[in-house]
């Protein structure tokens, strides 16, 4: 049976991210299947007919924003919980309510996180490890057609965190069995990665060990890499160097490797990740509101100076609270203007390319994804201009970035299939799904005796 044929027509521009960073003014797309076949001027491709015509007319096409860090599984059944001074009770909490969620609620869940990732443009997104019932789950995923990298997190060290301690075997063979059983599911759409947790709670027998396991199997690794001062100071003194170099001494500071936060680090680890290759994921929603002084222990200009492959996270829904990673990109364009008083750090551009292109290389996946160009896969958002923040409309690339948002997303498609029509998810009913979140957020903060009070009175 031949493949279904989509044009988008008539689009007023395609941001195609490629090599040369073109913007088609009028532009159209052909698809076949899955894969982009056909970009240029409406004009010189309306001889091309299709199965399905999308009206892109006052649309801005993009490809599919990549979002590197995003706990989808348990945080949308406990969003907005948390005190904004919890501090380091924050993630024990998070844990332990993640250990009393069902595989119900985890599907559910992960379907909501889905919904609101697609529906606000991301289409490929990391969920790092933390998802107990990939099994419930893969049924989500598939149900949502999104792109999606998993895995297991694994630690073999005592924790403050109430992360479970596994042996350092059997956390090496849950990494063997999760990727032998996930990577490539759905055709092709679901990767599994190795995920320890992180150098802090992984000896370096295991993150060497899960490491090597990605590499063999063709596929990556991730971990946390968020370091504090007890972590630095314990790296000096038990192992006589910083982090960053910690990892290069365990083999696992290399192109397959992707950190994720990658803040409390210095310039000479800037330069050493940059160096051995590996990629780095940064989460500025995540950061501004911890309060983790990104501008100063995340050194994202340096990074890209140095030439690393970045892109951008957005972190748990229980941590920055939102998951649209537009707005990573918006910050990243200007916390670092302010930081470093300095209006020429990171321009819209670079920051449109954290959250696209960059963002796939950081995945390993920018030979398929990332941007608008045949042969791709046709992962792609069109934007409504006609909508009171896109006016008036000149400049594509600085109007994305700095004044739209993911509510001006109008129809998305992952691999060819659209997913996102006129502002609304084809593949679920969001009310209804929203009311069941609901009902499990409250079943679950019971159940785990989890209780934190408004500092308003709610009467």
């Not at 990939?134 to 073999?156: K, M, T």
Request: with cysteine; hydrophobic share 40%.
């Amino acid at each position: 049976m031949p493949n279904n044929i989509t044009k988008i027509e008539n689009a007023s521009y395609v941001v195609t991210m490629d090599s040369e960073r073109r913007i088609v003014a009028d532009g159209s797309i052909v698809i076949d299947g899955s894969r982009i076949t056909q970009v240029g001027k409406a004009s010189d491709l309306a001889h091309v007919s299709a199965d399905t015509v999308v009206d892109a007319r006052g649309m801005v096409v993009t490809p599919g924003f990549v979002n590197g860090h995003m706990h989808i599984s348990y945080a949308h059944a406990v969003r907005g919980l948390f005190p904004d001074d919890l501090g380091a009770d924050y993630l024990p909490n998070v844990f332990r309510l993640q250990a009393a969620m069902t595989p119900e609620d985890e599907y559910s869940t992960s379907l909501l996180a889905i919904t609101e990732l697609l529906k606000y443009g991301t289409t490929t997104f990391i969920d790092p490890g933390t998802t107990a019932n990939l099994d419930v789950c893969l049924e989500a995923y598939r149900q949502a057609g999104c792109r999606i990298v998993v895995g297991w997190n694994v630690s073999d060290r005592p924790n403050p965190l109430n992360l479970p301690v596994y042996e350092t075997d059997d956390a090496i063979r849950m990494t063997q069995d999760v990727i032998a059983r996930y990577h490539g599911a759905l055709d092709g759409l679901v990767s599994a990665w190795a995920m320890p947790f992180s150098s802090e709670f992984c000896s370096s027998d295991l993150l060497t060990a899960t490491h090597a396991i990605g590499e063999s199997t063709g596929t990556r690794s991730t971990l946390h890499f968020n370091n504090g001062g007890r972590w630095i100071q314990h790296c000096q003194q038990e192992y006589g160097c910083n982090p960053t170099e910690y990892l290069d001494r365990c083999g696992v500071l290399t192109p397959s490797m992707t950190l994720a936060h990658c803040l409390g680090i210095g310039d000479a680890e800037a330069r050493l990740i940059a160096e051995r290759g590996a990629a780095v994921v940064m989460c500025p929603t995540a950061a501004v509101k911890g309060g983790a002084r990104m501008t100063h222990q995340g050194l994202l200009p340096e990074l890209l100076e140095y030439g690393a492959v970045v892109g951008l996270g957005t972190d748990a829904g229980n941590n920055s609270n939102l998951l649209e990673t537009l707005r990573s990109v918006f910050l990243a364009a200007v916390l670092y203007k302010d930081g470093r008083g300095d209006v020429g750090i990171i321009p819209s551009e670079t920051a449109l390319e954290l959250g696209t292109i960059g963002g796939a290389a950081a995945l390993g996946m920018d030979d398929i994804i990332g941007s608008v160009e045949p042969g791709k896969a046709a992962d792609l958002v069109l934007f409504d201009t006609r909508r009171s923040e896109w006016a008036a409309l000149h400049n594509p690339v600085n109007s994305l970035v700095y004044n739209a948002d993911g509510r001006s997303v109008h129809t998305v498609l992952v691999n060819g299939r659209i997913v996102v029509e006129n502002h609304r998810p084809l593949f679920v009913d969001e009310a209804e799904l929203v009311a069941e979140v609901q009902k499990s957020g409250d079943a679950l903060l019971e159940r785990a005796a989890v209780k934190f009070d408004s500092r308003w009175p709610i009467v």
